[in-house]
């Protein structure tokens, strides 16, 4: 079993408005900030899985208040099949 899980709203919202927080110009969500949408979490890590319209990625919380100025944070990357697999 995967240890990816569907979000429910409440989760949702308040994990897209946490990589609000954590982004800055210049990530690679930034231009897609508009449109991110969290459709899953890891229970085993602060990974999220968000999709955009040029498909999903898994994003690596920091848990910040702000953004942090550098661009490799928060860690993003686009999500492989393991994130995919997540229960709906």
């Known amino acids: 079993m995967s ?8 989760e949702t919202k308040r994990l897209r408005n946490q990589v609000l927080r954590e982004i800055s110009d210049g990530h690679i ?3 897609l900030r508009n449109e991110i949408d969290v459709v899953a979490r890891d229970r085993n890590s602060d990974d999220i899985l968000v999709q955009t319209s040029r498909g999903y990625y898994v ?4 848990w910040q208040t ?8 928060p860690i993003t990357k686009i999500a492989d099949e393991n ?3 997540y229960e709906k």
């Open 3 to 10: 240890g990816w899980a569907k979000c429910n709203e409440r």
């Open 29 to 31: 969500l930034w231009a």
């Open 59 to 62: 994003v690596h919380l920091q």
């Open 66 to 73: 702000h953004p942090s100025g550098l661009l490799q944070w």
């Open 83 to 85: 994130a995919l697999s």
